[in-house]
Nanobody, 122 residues
Framework: VQLQASWGGSVQAGGSLRLSCAAA????????MGWFRQAPGKDREFVAG????????WYGDPVKGRFTISKDKPKTMVYLQMNSLKPEDTADYYC????????????????WGQGTEVTVSS
């Protein structure tokens, strides 16, 4: 399984970014993908998850109402639309794949991509 996150960048507070995660080699057991983030000196934090078959989504409290996770129909791409960005959203963002529906813990995800950096300036 290979996951490639991209399209991070720098933006001013209140702006938007859309992250992409390209997935390859997913086996039939993988039914969930998610996004996590990690700011310097902090633990990795759950951001959003989505069921690859159902399309159901769930979010971490800090991003509810501002971020939207989505997927394409072939289930090879997962996106994270981030609106109304705040300086506290600054972090490296990681996409992940796993088998635990509604998973929010790092251990719920088996495969990880490299991070893409998001910087929000005030």
């Amino acid at each position: 399984v290979q996951l490639q996150a991209s399209w991070g960048g720098s933006v001013q507070a209140g702006g938007s970014l859309r992250l992409s995660c390209a997935a390859a080699g997913l086996n039939l057991n993988i039914n969930v993908m998610g996004w996590f983030r990690q700011a310097p000196g902090k633990d990795r934090e759950f951001v959003a998850g989505i069921g690859l078959n159902s399309g159901c989504s769930w979010y971490g409290d800090p991003v509810k109402g501002r971020f939207t996770i989505s997927k394409d129909k072939p289930k090879t791409m997962v996106y994270l639309q981030m609106n109304s960005l705040k300086p506290e959203d600054t972090a490296d963002y990681y996409c992940a794949a796993g088998v635990v529906f509604w998973g929010r813990r790092r251990d719920d995800y088996n495969y990880w991509g490299q991070g893409t950096e998001v910087t929000v300036s005030s």
